[in-house]
Structures are given as C-alpha cells and as structure tokens.
Nanobody, 121 residues
Framework: QLQLVESGGGLVQPGGSLRLSCAASGFTLHYAIGWFRQAPGKEREGVSCISSSGGSTNYADSVKGRFTISRDNAKNTVYLQMNSLKPEDTAVYYC???????????????WGQGTQVTVSS
C-alpha cells in the first residue's frame, strides 16, 4: 500500500519561508510527485510537480520564482521550498502521485492527508 505523508506546514508571516515534505512509504521512483493546495471555498489547484528523474518540473504562475520543488529518491521524499510567502498562499497543501508531471489534480492517483500553511501577520 502506497502512503504519502505531508509535513512542514505551520504559521508564517508574509515574506517568510517554509519547507514542506512529502514522504512516501511505497515505491514511487517511477512516478511524478505533485504539490497541490486547497483554500477554503476554492477548488484544489496545482502548485508544482517534479518528474520521476527530477529532470522536469512545472510551477503554477502564482508561485514561479518563489517556490522550488525537489526530490530525494533515496529517501523517497519530495520537498517544496516556499519563499516570499504571501497571505494568498494560505491553504492546505497536499502531495500526490501520478505518471506524469502535470498540474491537473484529477489525474493524480494517490494523496496524502495534507498539511496546513497559514501566512498571516
């Protein structure tokens, strides 16, 4: 059984940084990992994804230049470094698994439980 566990969320002031982790208990080396977020009253949206090799990444326009995704396949973990955080980044952040690095949440097969990120002064 493949499981994903997100961690690293919390409360941060605008302009601050957080690093989220997505730890997988099953085999994910041949799959892309994506980060998505969902704010209250809004649909889940793609934030970033990374291919199985780490050679290809995608970012939503709203986070380009601020967020960086990376993966450590030896640890079966994907990270999302979030810098210059804004209040509009506030959401529950989820990681998911899919064959391809795309930012379409309906395509992803597995999800973690999410971790809350709150950006507020």
């Amino acid at each position: 059984q493949l499981q994903l566990v997100e961690s690293g969320g919390g409360l941060v002031q605008p302009g601050g940084s957080l690093r989220l982790s997505c730890a997988a208990s099953g085999f994910t080396l041949h799959y892309a990992i994506g980060w998505f977020r969902q704010a209250p009253g809004k649909e889940r949206e793609g934030v970033s994804c990374i291919s199985s090799s780490g050679g290809s990444t995608n970012y939503a326009d709203s986070v380009k230049g601020r967020f960086t995704i990376s993966r450590d396949n030896a640890k079966n973990t994907v990270y999302l470094q979030m810098n210059s955080l804004k209040p509009e980044d506030t959401a529950v952040y989820y990681c998911g698994v899919f064959k391809l690095c795309v930012l379409w949440p309906d395509e992803y097969d597995y999800w973690g439980q999410g971790t809350q990120v709150t950006v507020s002064s």
